[in-house]
Nanobody
Framework: QVQLVESGGGLVQTGGSLRLSCAAS????????TGWFRQAPGKERETLAA????????YYADSVKGRFTVSRDNAKNTVSLRMNSLIPEDTAVYYC?????????????????WGQGTQVTVSS
């Protein structure tokens, strides 16, 4: 079993920044793609960013392009999401997930393991 644990969420003012981290442990696959997602109250979970195993192929949703940056450190089994220029609409629970695919995937259905989520609240 693979465990994913997110950290770094919290309360920030509009225009502020946060850095989320996702640590994988347990029986981690030899290669895996990773994604970041969020779910606001009353809304569906949406894909924000995804990164393949090599770190060379990256996807961003239009809503976060230019503001969020995803990166990974395979030696440490961690993936990060740097979030800048945060706005109240970014308020949600943020999740990381891992896919057994090594390539770039961003469809929610392609992800096999999920973290428990971390709350991000952006005040106006």
């Amino acid at each position: 079993q693979v465990q994913l644990v997110e950290s770094g969420g919290g309360l920030v003012q509009t225009g502020g920044s946060l850095r989320l981290s996702c640590a994988a442990s347990g029986r981690t696959p030899s290669v895996y793609a990773t994604g970041w997602f969020r779910q606001a109250p009353g809304k569906e979970r949406e894909t924000l960013a995804a990164i393949d195993w090599s770190g060379e192929r990256i996807y961003y949703a239009d809503s976060v392009k230019g503001r969020f940056t995803v990166s990974r450190d395979n030696a440490k089994n961690t993936v990060s999401l740097r979030m800048n220029s945060l706005i109240p609409e970014d308020t949600a629970v943020y999740y990381c997930a891992a896919s057994l695919s090594s390539g770039l995937v961003y469809d929610i259905r392609a992800f096999d393991y999920w973290g428990q989520g971390t709350q991000v609240t952006v005040s106006s």
